[in-house]
């Protein structure tokens, strides 16, 4: 078992930035996928940053189109932390954000949450205006 533990939410105001961080223990995650999703109020949850191995201790970002530009994700050397950090926020951002991981995630997969086995507790964002 993989168990996933989110910080660094909190209320921030529009344009602000926020980091969040997800550590992951009980198993080495060097090889698995680590991203990030978020589900606002009365949303599906929806995607929102992942990296994936690429081999040779290294990683290939994603981002989900509303955020690129803003967000970026980091991958720790040792694959067992990830980042997300946010800048230029919106009100549109406000949502719990969920790290997850899994380790047969590909880049044909990466967007759905459905294929991901393991998830954080989430920790909530509220960007005000």
């Known amino acids: 078992q993989v168990q996933l533990v989110e910080s660094g939410g909190g209320l921030v105001q529009t344009g602000g930035s926020l980091r969040l961080s997800c550590a992951a223990s009980g198993r080495t995650t060097t090889t698995y996928a680590m991203g990030w999703f978020r589900q606002g109020p009365g949303k599906e949850r929806e995607f929102v940053a992942a990296?994936?191995?690429?081999?040779?201790?290294?990683?290939?970002?994603y981002l989900a189109d509303s955020v690129k530009g803003r967000f970026i994700i980091a991958r720790s050397n040792a694959g067992n932390t990830v980042d997300l950090q946010m800048n230029s926020l919106k009100a549109g951002d406000t949502a719990v954000y969920y790290c997850a991981a899994d380790s047969r995630i590909t880049a044909a997969t990466f967007k759905d949450p459905a294929e991901y086995n393991y998830w954080g507790q989430g920790t909530q964002v509220t960007v005000s205006s």
């Open positions: 990296t994936t191995w690429s081999g040779m201790l290294s990683y290939t970002g």
